[in-house]
């Protein structure tokens, strides 16, 4: 009988550790202030802003931090990589170039105003827009100016670049088409109010969202409206455009899906809260967060939650994904890996 009790017990514990699910959590890194700043990983290495005035570079599987280097004032713009540099925005009104292998400031250049827009590199220029209502088109290498384009308001979001023309939204509620080279425009498309999201290039289409709560789909040759998509909540999180629909989330708490070729929605996922993250897509899911402070992971055919993450506080801070890693940002301070 003894025997027998050692025998269920023994089943019973092993049973329970194999069906016992590891924690979502892979790690969280600290900051000073709230991470509106979305990650890049590079090398090992995800290198992310903080509203506390630094960039971080942080070791993809320890969460430790690697370096740390300090701006002039918080920091909303997200990295781009390019060459072994980042390219990152600071409110000091300033653009940065860091090498992310020696945390040595490579240049900086000083705008008019702080700088929200993430950088945008292509072809050996660096293009990004500054509250002082520019486009402003850098040398990598160097961060020499090489030409300026001025709209008649701020410019908080970032460009898209595709075929020597770059297309950049204000908040003077127009998008513009403007040529890589010489900086001159090429068209202008007035929209129904601020433009409030990133720009996004697809197949010959440019997509934005607006304040007037619509996601636009503009002819990137011509200008000419493709279709406009009401949501009932302002447009600020950045399209992504994957399988021949757009995804993009709303401040009226849900993340659309919409077929590129009609402007027709397809579904939508309610969440807590504001969504002005960006979704990231892949094989596998959307990836998201929510001002109601959780990371969901949504199916693209329909819609249904696969699962989620609860942060702190609200995410505003848009996720990247790298070999099954979601890294992304937080208002309560922290950068965090986890598993979805």
């Not at 929200?116 to 002082?132: C, K």
């Not at 027709?264 to 094989?283: C, L, N, Q």
């Not at 989620?308 to 990247?320: A, K």
Request: proline share 3%; glycine share 10%.
């Amino acid at each position: 009988m003894r025997k027998y009790l050692i025998t269920v017990l023994i089943f019973l514990v092993v049973l329970h550790g194999g069906c016992a699910k590891s924690s979502p959590l892979k790690w969280e890194f600290k900051t000073d202030a709230p991470v509106f700043s979305s990650p890049a990983v590079t090398d090992g290495l995800v290198i992310v802003g903080s509203s506390d005035k630094n960039i971080y570079a942080v070791g993809v599987e320890t969460g430790k931090q690697k370096w740390m280097y300090k701006t002039d004032a918080p920091i909303a713009s997200s990295p781009t990589i390019a060459n072994q540099v980042a390219y990152i925005g600071s409110d000091d009104g300033s653009v940065y170039a860091i090498d992310v292998t020696t945390a040595h400031r490579k240049w900086r250049y000083t705008t008019g105003n702080s700088v929200s827009s993430a950088p945008i590199v292509d072809n050996n220029a660096v293009y990004v827009g500054s509250l002082d209502g520019n486009l402003y088109a850098l040398d990598a290498p160097t961060g020499k100016l090489k030409w300026t384009f001025t709209t008649e308001g701020w410019i908080s979001t970032a460009p898209a670049v595709a075929g020597g023309v770059v297309y950049v939204g204000s908040l003077d509620g127009s998008l513009y088409a403007v040529d890589a080279d010489s900086g001159k425009k090429i068209w202008e498309y007035e929209a129904g109010d601020k433009v409030s999201s990133d720009c996004v290039y697809d197949n010959g289409v440019v997509y934005f969202g607006c304040a007037d709560n619509k996601l636009y789909a503009v002819d990137a040759k011509s200008g000419n409206e493709v279709w406009t998509f009401d949501a009932d909540g302002k447009v600020s999180s950045a399209p992504a455009v994957s399988d021949g629909v757009v995804f993009f989330g709303s401040d009226d708490n849900n993340l659309y899906a919409v077929d590129v070729k009609t402007g027709k929605e397809k579904w939508r996922f309610e969440t807590g809260g504001s969504v002005t993250s960006s979704p990231f897509v892949d094989d596998s899911g959307i990836y998201v967060g929510s001002l109601d402070g959780i990371v969901y992971k949504i199916d693209k055919d329909n819609g249904r939650k696969i699962s989620d993450f609860r942060t702190d506080i609200g995410v505003r801070s848009s996720p990247v994904v790298v070999e099954g890693t979601v890294y992304v940002g937080s208002d309560d301070g922290k950068l965090y890996a986890i598993y979805l």
